[in-house]
């Protein structure tokens, strides 16, 4: 590929940099747009993003807002029509802090004094605007051909919560309009597949502020689903010999300090609770009082693998500006395991939990998945474990497992949790970045913290080693996640309403009401849509928003003959048949848990 960059010669590089580049030059041409429109701003960072760009500014007592955001887009298209150049030039230090001051420009300032002292302190010029910048940016705005300003959201300087709370303008740019339709197409795709809209109109949670950011609660339609994934899973364990137990939701800060949460996690848990000499917080993690369960009583190496599982609530004190519905909350429900094995078990539970994880993906279709073993920084000695000889052999142990199983793996420096290696599985949604679903972690650690111990073969007292695993992740997560990609389509044993009875009219409501109870009877979740309206209407009303996979339309015909018309939501088409047919149509399709949508 070939990019122009502001010394005016043609360079090689990759695409990736070449969007870089000119990302970061738009963020420059929308300041210049904010300095002419809004001289009294002030700017901070403004660097390019993975999908855009975002400049934070001080604009004072000024509280942008849409109408802004559009005057500023017509002043960006005339800097680029300006095809104004890019002008790079470096200066001391002293005289590098005299510009920035003589342009009002303290955030530059205040940068310039954390930098070393022999930085190069670089500028960028286009017309009357100057940035303090290393670069590279195009060589002429007009280079800039497709843009759009996205959003305006809050920003600490510095990402400090002490200082001031700046203006956060952010945008996308790209070479082509064709680019830019596109990046609206699958911004269009993102809203219309959003949990948190779905989530609305189906009527499957809701929050508050009242009750609290970032905590979520599950409305009766939500809750079907929630329950109906509890207890797929469990089955699923059941079968493989877990246990389940049910913990408490909060523990003593002793109990933290002693798995080592307290000192590489406190941060993000919620603040302490004093009652009666005793401190007490919302649990993050469930791992200590599985611990705890375990030492609770004496083991022999004939016990093991010993497999403690738990649908458990914990809480987690992210920023208010990562929340995201059900995805990301304070509060989540945690399908959370703890394997007790010997070393000699490890290869082979390791691999029982990998069949698990891909068995569950096979069930729920997804395919667009990548295996990450997620591994320490050793150069960061604060966030993980000092004990340089547990982690080596940790990191070698589930390296050997994951290769022997044949399961294709990258590696990733600075991922791993404080105390072990991991095996994360990052699915791809239909929109948006990946993340984690499920993982499975090697334990070294925190087993000897508890002093947990097994008696073995000859006798002898060993430290048993710990598996932490989430098939399901949380279930708020795998919840939101199974909405996106279905838009809330659910196959038919997740439905929060499998089928909905319509009747035509008043005339064939006696027959409609005895149809929905015959299936209420038979343990269907099933509504009655005897509201006065028109039947198109409340068909539509039934596939578009309740998105419920069967309805049956009942009309004076159907009652007098004894039978049913049924409506496929997923083909949209109407078939005749009796009620006993379609009774056992969709007990096959719940009992085979068909993807059908």
């Given at each position: ?248 939701c909060v523990g003593t800060v002793n109990l933290y300090k002693t798995s080592g949460h307290w000192d590489h996690y406190r ?39 010993i497999r403690i599982g738990e649908v458990a609530h914990d809480f987690r004190y992210e920023p208010s500006g990562t929340l ?160 996106e990609e279905t838009k809330g389509a659910f196959p038919v044993w997740l439905a929060p309403v499998q089928v909905k009875v ?96």
């Amino acid at each position: 590929m070939k990019a122009l960059f502001n010394d005016g010669h043609a360079a090689d590089c990759p695409k990736e940099l070449e969007n870089e580049v000119l990302r970061h030059s738009t963020a420059h041409i929308m300041a210049q747009a904010v300095k002419r429109l809004y001289p009294d701003a002030h700017f901070a960072y403004g660097p390019a993003t993975e999908n855009g760009f975002y400049y934070d500014i001080d604009m004072g007592d000024r509280t942008l807002g849409d109408e802004d955001l559009r005057a500023i887009e017509a002043e960006m298209k005339k800097i680029t029509k300006e095809n104004l150049p890019f002008k790079v030039y470096s200066l001391p230090r002293e005289e590098a802090v005299k510009l920035m001051e003589e342009r009002g420009e303290k955030y530059k300032v205040e940068h310039i004094a954390d930098l070393d002292e022999d930085a190069v302190i670089t500028f960028y010029q286009q017309g009357e605007y100057i940035d303090m910048c290393r670069g590279p940016h195009i060589t002429y705005t007009k280079a800039v051909k497709a843009f759009k300003l996205t959003t305006i959201s809050g920003a600490y300087w510095k990402n400090n919560s002490a200082n001031k709370m700046l203006t956060r303008l952010n945008g996308v740019a790209f070479f082509s309009n064709d680019e830019l339709a596109e990046y609206e197409r699958r911004v269009e795709e993102a809203k219309a597949r959003d949990h948190r809209r779905i989530g609305k109109q189906m009527r499957l949670f809701m929050t508050d502020d009242l009750v609290g950011k970032g905590l979520p609660m599950f409305l009766p339609k939500g809750y079907i689903i929630w329950q109906q994934l509890e207890d797929y899973i469990k089955d699923k364990e059941r079968m493989l010999g877990y246990q389940h137990v049910m913990t408490p939701c909060v523990g003593t800060v002793n109990l933290y300090k002693t798995s080592g949460h307290w000192d590489h996690y406190r941060e993000n848990m919620f603040p302490v609770m004093e009652l009666e000499d005793e401190q007490f917080v919302l649990r993050p993690m469930n791992c200590p009082h599985h611990m705890m369960i375990y030492a609770s009583q004496l083991h022999s190496y004939r016990d093991l693998p010993i497999r403690i599982g738990e649908v458990a609530h914990d809480f987690r004190y992210e920023p208010s500006g990562t929340l995201k519905g059900i995805e990301r909350a304070r509060h989540f429900c945690q399908n959370d395991a703890h394997l007790f094995v010997t070393p000699e078990q490890i290869k082979s539970e390791v691999s029982a939990v990998c069949d698990l994880i891909f068995e569950v993906y096979r069930d729920f279709n997804i395919t667009d998945y990548r295996c990450v073993l997620s591994l320490r920084d050793p150069e960061d000695k604060v966030k993980y474990h000092p004990d340089d000889e547990m982690w080596n052999h940790a990191e070698q142990a589930l390296r050997e497992v994951l290769t022997e199983l044949g399961i294709e793996f990258t590696e990733e420096i600075g991922e791993a949790a404080f105390y072990g290696p991991k095996l994360d599985v990052n699915v791809q949604p239909a929109v948006g970045a990946e993340y984690t679903l499920s993982t499975c972690q090697l334990d070294f650690c925190l087993p000897a913290k508890f002093d947990l111990k097994y008696t073995d073969k000859d006798g002898s007292e060993k430290t048993p080693v710990v598996l932490h695993r989430a098939i399901l992740g949380s279930l708020d997560r795998f919840m939101a996640y199974l909405t996106e990609e279905t838009k809330g389509a659910f196959p038919v044993w997740l439905a929060p309403v499998q089928v909905k009875v319509i009747p035509v009219s008043e005339k064939s409501l006696d027959y409609a009401e005895k149809i929905y109870e015959t299936l209420r009877q038979e343990r269907f979740r099933v509504e009655l849509d005897d509201r006065n309206e028109k039947v198109g209407y409340k068909i539509r009303a039934a596939r578009q928003d309740d998105k419920v996979p069967y309805m049956i339309i009942v009309g004076e015909k159907e009652a007098a003959e004894g039978t049913i018309s049924v409506r496929d939501r997923a083909t949209d088409q109407t078939t005749g048949s009796t009620l006993e047919e379609f009774v056992e149509k969709l007990r096959g399709e719940i009992s085979n848990r068909s993807r059908k949508e």
